[in-house]
């Protein structure tokens, strides 16, 4: 398009906006997907004002949102809390088959994204000019915000991972912390022969934290290209993960606690849970759920699976996404962008989140923070590192969000009975496959 | 019950009766409800099932004086260091704009108004039912059993979708309108009036020249006042409880019950970056279950003697 041409549009969208109102000006409902929309039509919309209904569990985005609306004072952001992760995707997707209700933006973690991408359910912002902010997010999640050539959310946190200990507990057992997960499994041994009520970890079977170690032990176990999919769990990072969680399974050494309860928190208190190999955004749930082990915990950078090697790995993570059924696109868009790759970013990480932005993670203030939760500890330059070194081409299966649903019924299994983890990848590859195949996907054997 | 035996026991009975009633002997003294039998495996197995219930119970007071911290660290059943029941309270009325006085009048409309409706057609239903002839009766009393049987849990998914086509979901009367059927009440007063209104009183009400409207509220309604009760009360707590038709049908917090907004704090504390609150998820929950004690400690003399109804044939 050439320059003319574009001034030419944006006048016209301008009288448009000033002579019927935005809402009047055709066209914004049906086709928009491929229609441009640029800066100015999104400052005419919020000059225009209305009303952006956000569907997000993220307690950050309360403060952004009131800023927003202060800036833009015609702007009302209506922040719903439709749920949780699941309980929101259900929401959304009645919503979306119902044709009705369906919010303005948002929240989709990276896992779920892929799904709402590949049916057109979200809108692709490559038309709001997204692809431009390409450079400004780090790899891991902007690889995961993209699919083929759309952009169809902008990353609002990331979860590049490391290693959590609680050092008082090392230090009463003199365990080193570990750097490889061979060292993990060793230290493991140690402080459960040593306190038979502690172990270095709790895992019942999370789906999340399986992925996240394969992606560090490089595996790759989806393949997908538009509605062909690939799925093997039998590559040699695998099978590295495998044996060494194996290890810790049939040795006992990992507490049958079930994470984010009431007994896990409990746990991570009392010392009885000792290690937790989680995202960067962990920190605000210990200060506010762990209060009474303030200064007994550390950040370790994530031990790796080839001694001398720092290579990391997302865990968890969300975008923002534009629902293709919702409203008011141009304001929705405006916000997102506000929240994510503008002045909201800062509030967000001044109450807690952890960014996605490299401005904001190589900025000195955020790496020189000290968290007097972990003893004063610099943590976030850990964090800015692992983020640094997450390997980028990482890919969810389309249907993520059902794959991880059954996950305990397949890989779970190897936490409860004789059944080893191996087999139970296979089962869970096996059952994936037959999802795939009956959604419509082309499975690749 | 003592509405129709006071009608009764004036009549004089002609029926037969037995010539002599077997009188218990001397020595032994009769099971009468004031003196009853002890046993000590029913006082044992009483004490058992007492306890059982009140654990909870005793859990949930003694947690709600705790701090978040005092909940991790110290033993469920005695308190903690800090007494911090005050706090927690101030906290839970406070935490997030106050949402929770939100959450507790939300549900006071839905009991109000759909507890109360449902009562009100119950009562309404069962009177019509025990006491007209109309065609088609038989059928009703089956459409009615079998609804007993249906529980709602099972009818959500179905109303959902009908609501979603009305456009209902996310509006208050998507809680309200399913509550004001309540086929199990119905039952009950349907049941509760036969026994409790005496055909002969509605004659005689007739007979005085009283219209029908009259005679249900000055007559009837009276007398079915312990029933009214007993189903305003099962209504009420299925209501205050109710979980999964508002976990369904709503989107929007600031139409949340208590059940509902509990649950949404218990969850934080599994939402990256989002702060556990146990303290006010127990603190919340134990000033949820107030209301509905207190309802039972005033209602509970019309309850018993409505339970009791139509048990002893006089």
Redesign the interface.
Known sequence: MSKYSRRLLRGLGLVCVLALGATACGSDGDSSDQKRVDAADIRAALKEGGTVTV?A????LKQVAADFEKKYPKVDIKL?????NN?QYK?LQNAIS?K??VPDVAQIEYYALGQYALTKSVTDLTAYGADKLAGSYSPGPWHAVRSGDGVYGLPM?S?PMALFYNKKVFDRYEIAVPTTWDEYVEAARKLHKANPKAYITSDVGDAGLTTSLLWQAGSRPYKVDGTTVGIDFTDAGAKKYAETWQKLIDEKLVSPVV??S?DW??GL??GSIATLPI?A??P??FA?????AAGDWRVAPLPQWTKGQSVSAEN?GSSLALPALGKNKELAYAFVEYANSGAGVRTRVEN??FPATTKDLNAASFQDTAFPYFGGQKANKIFAESAKNVPADWTYLPYQVYANSIFNDTVGKAYVSDKKLADGLDAWREASAKYGSEQGFTVEK | MTTSSATDAPRPTTAPRPIARPRPRAPRRPHTPGRPRRSVLLTVLTGVVLLYSLVPLLWLVISATKT??G???SFGLWFDGDFALWDNITETFTYQDGVFGRWLLNTLLYVVVGAGGATLLAVLGGYALAKFDFPGKRAVFAVVIGAVAVPTTALAVPTFLMF?KL?L??TPWAIIVPSLISPFGLYLMWVFATEAIPAELMEAARIDGASELRTFFQVALPLLAPGTVTVLLFTTVATWNNYFLPLIML???DWYPLTLGLD?WN????????????NLVVTGSLLTIVPLIAAFLLLQKYWQSGLAAGSVKE
């Open positions: 569907w569990w993220e307690p950050t719903v809390n439709a749920g949780t309980d929401a119902a009705k209700g946190d979860g994470g984010w009431d928190y409990k208190g009392d995202g955004w962990m605000a749930n506010s759920g762990v209060k009474n968890g807690g989140a | 978040q911290q909940l991790a660290r979603s456009g979901t996310d989107k929007d917090p949404a969850k934080q504390a599994a939402t990256a970056g989002g702060e556990a609150v146990f």
